[in-house]
């Protein structure tokens, strides 16, 4: 809508746009200097409150385009730490690079993409004036991205609307304990079991593992028994000797609900003179948040006949895995003494709990 006034001031007329955005003044607008204001624009568009001074003269048809700039506004999220991340080593509340959001417009056409910068900040192009749909659709590394949808409403010209978005960040730990007996004595069978093997990530975890050391001065490997596991699915059992570095396949495409149990020892497995096993590997491929052992793996070992009273020996285990290019281990260990007294005494022969 526009007003007309003569140089003095004086109001001559109050004219309105048409659908084609045109004003066409009476005939009876004499020649001469006059002022033209602004005084309400379309919707969305804000008012150009210059004074226009126009002349019409006689005879001549005057043509005046007067340009209304959209009102804009812009949205601006900041992205933080919900708590503390143990991969990155972010504190609680700590600004978060490479965010990626995705804003909608009412007909659910993307209208900008935004990612965070190294203040944790992203700031959207202008935008015309109305509501908008939010969305996270990447995460920055080693955090969950949250794709709840939110809104925004600019609501005048200038108008910044300001969001906090906090990532829960990804956590990975692995826990396994090992245990085994206090004593043994030269020549004795002995036990030792992986307990409280767990991915305890709040994330699955890929190329999942259990691993075994032995200690080879004291012991040699009879047997494995597998365990039963809490997610369905297969595993592969790989050893090492003291011959050869590289894993070999004891066992392949294993089932986890079956407690799998294997000979492992020189005949069993085909082994050359004076080698042995020095370490065992339970391989999985994926597994999921909160995966466990149900039972617990048990290794089975001979004790060297010719050890001395009160020798010592750790058997040791480590349980590991990985998400994208980081990875996360537990380690465990436990340790026997050989009671090898004179003929009449007993050992200690209590498992270890």
Same mark, same amino acid.
């Given at each position: ?6 140089? @003095?001031? =004086? ?9 084609? +955005? ?9 020649? +001469? ?11 969305? *568009? ?8 126009? !002349?019409?003269?006689? +005879? ?18 900041? @992205? ?39 203040? +944790? ?5 202008? #935008?015309?004036?109305?509501? *908008? ?21 600019? @609501? ?9 978005? @906090? ?21 004795? /069978? ?16 890929? !190329? ?10 004291? /012991?040699?490997? =009879? ?18 000797? =003291?011959?050869?570095?590289? *894993? ?20 069993? #497995? ?5 080698? *042995? ?77």
């Amino acid at each position: 809508m526009f007003n007309l006034y003569d140089l @003095k001031g =004086n109001l001559l007329g109050e004219y309105t746009t048409d659908n084609r +955005g045109i004003i066409e003044f009476p005939k009876e607008v004499q020649a +001469g200097k006059y002022k033209l204001k602004e005084v309400k624009a379309p919707a969305g *568009y804000v008012l150009d409150e210059m004074p226009k001074t126009i !002349e019409v003269k006689a +005879g001549e048809t005057l043509e005046l385009e007067i340009l209304n700039k959209p009102m804009r506004g812009q949205i601006q999220i900041v @992205k933080t730490a919900a708590e503390n991340n143990t991969i990155t080593r972010d504190k609680t509340g700590a600004l978060l690079e490479g965010a990626v959001f995705e804003i909608y417009n009412t007909r659910l056409e993307v209208v900008d993409r935004i990612t965070t910068d190294s203040r +944790g900040l992203a700031v959207s192009k202008e #935008l015309p004036i109305g509501v *908008y749909g939010i969305k996270e659709i990447a995460a920055p590394k080693y955090y969950f991205t949250d794709g709840t949808v939110f809104y925004a409403e600019l @609501k005048v010209d200038g108008d910044l609307v300001r969001f906090e978005v @906090k990532n829960k960040p990804k956590d990975i730990s692995v826990t396994i304990e090992k245990r085994g007996n206090v004593q043994a004595m030269p020549g004795d /069978v002995i036990f030792y079991t992986l307990d409280n093997i767990s991915n305890t990530s709040n994330i699955p975890l890929e !190329e999942f593992y259990v691993h075994d050391l032995l200690p080879t001065d004291a /012991v040699r490997l =009879n047997q494995l028994s597998t365990g039963t596991w809490s997610e369905k699915g297969k595993f592969d059992v790989l050893y090492r000797t =003291n011959k050869k570095d590289a *894993y070999r396949t004891l066992a392949s495409n294993l089932s986890t609900t079956t407690d799998n149990q294997l000979e492992c020892g020189r005949e069993a #497995l085909g082994l050359a003179a004076n080698e *042995y096993v020095t370490d065992i590997k339970l391989q999985f491929a994926e597994v999921g948040e909160g995966f466990h052992s149900v039972t617990s793996p048990i290794v089975t070992v001979t004790v060297l006949a010719d050890l001395p009273d009160g020798y010592r020996f750790t058997n040791r285990a480590d349980v590991g895995g990985r998400t994208e290019d980081e990875w996360v281990y537990a380690k465990d260990a436990w340790t026997t003494c050989i009671f090898a007294p004179p003929r009449g005494c007993l050992p200690k022969t209590g498992f270890g709990g």
